[in-house]
């Protein structure tokens, strides 16, 4: 279908284990030698021990992993979240708002992790729950900056321009919401993320949805 994770499309045309590494790391942080902890995942688990083996020393610590997918949808998906999160706090919404986009967020990346072969275990560590709360709330997180500056109602490609990095959440958004369309999922804050990125949904009006969206089970 065309429609899938970096190591399903690469893996059919590539002979050797693909690996991925990803968790809680501003790049900055990593160079300066501030403790950090990654977790390394890949489609053959003796590669993914000798990939986290690779990584450890110092200050930086590493860990295996043979769940590739949710590896995967965790770092992708969190970047979506973060501009959700500085939406939010671009319009002054508050910590208990966050808390819950975070919260409500790690529901949805669940969902499509598992409609991806993914384990829902990955999502509680370093890959899942670890990157997510960095990239919500770390004042280094380029992808929670374009949702604070899109909040004070600066365009996307300024945004883009000013940073001079790339924030990998727009191109996340978009993904994104194609793979949950294509598995039919509901995933309302990158739904949401995504219409006010590429759709010109006001901001304001996107967070409130979200805020008042029909209660139901919060298992759903």
């Not at 590896?71 to 808390?99: P, Q, W």
């Not at 919500?136 to 321009?161: H, Q």
Request: glycine content about 12%; some cysteine; aromatic content about 4%.
């Amino acid at each position: 279908s065309g429609v899938g994770l970096a190591h399903q499309v690469i893996g059919p045309r590539w002979p050797s284990p693909v690996g991925v590494i990803s968790g809680p790391s501003f790049a900055e942080e990593v160079a300066q030698g501030l403790p950090t902890a990654l977790v390394a995942a890949a489609t053959e688990r003796e590669f993914a021990r000798d990939l986290a083996d690779l990584l450890r020393g110092g200050t930086l610590r590493s860990y295996d992993s043979d769940d590739v997918a949710g590896v995967e949808v965790g770092g992708a998906v969190k970047n979506v979240l973060a501009i959700a999160a500085g939406l939010s706090d671009g319009l002054g919404f508050g910590h208990n708002a966050r808390a819950a986009l975070i919260t409500r967020g790690i529901a949805e990346t669940a969902r499509l992790s598992a409609a991806l072969g993914g384990d829902a275990r990955t999502l509680m560590g370093l890959a899942g729950v670890g990157d997510l709360v960095l990239t919500c709330t770390g004042d280094l997180s380029r992808n929670r900056r374009v949702g604070l500056s899109l909040a004070r109602g600066e365009t996307l490609s300024d945004i883009l321009a000013a940073l001079g990095h790339v924030a990998e959440g727009v191109a996340a958004a978009r993904a994104a919401a194609v793979l949950a369309r294509h598995h039919g999922l509901e995933m309302p804050i990158t739904e949401a993320v995504y219409r006010v990125l590429y759709e010109g949904l006001p901001v304001r009006r996107a967070v409130e949805a979200l805020l008042a969206r029909e209660p139901k089970s919060e298992s759903s």
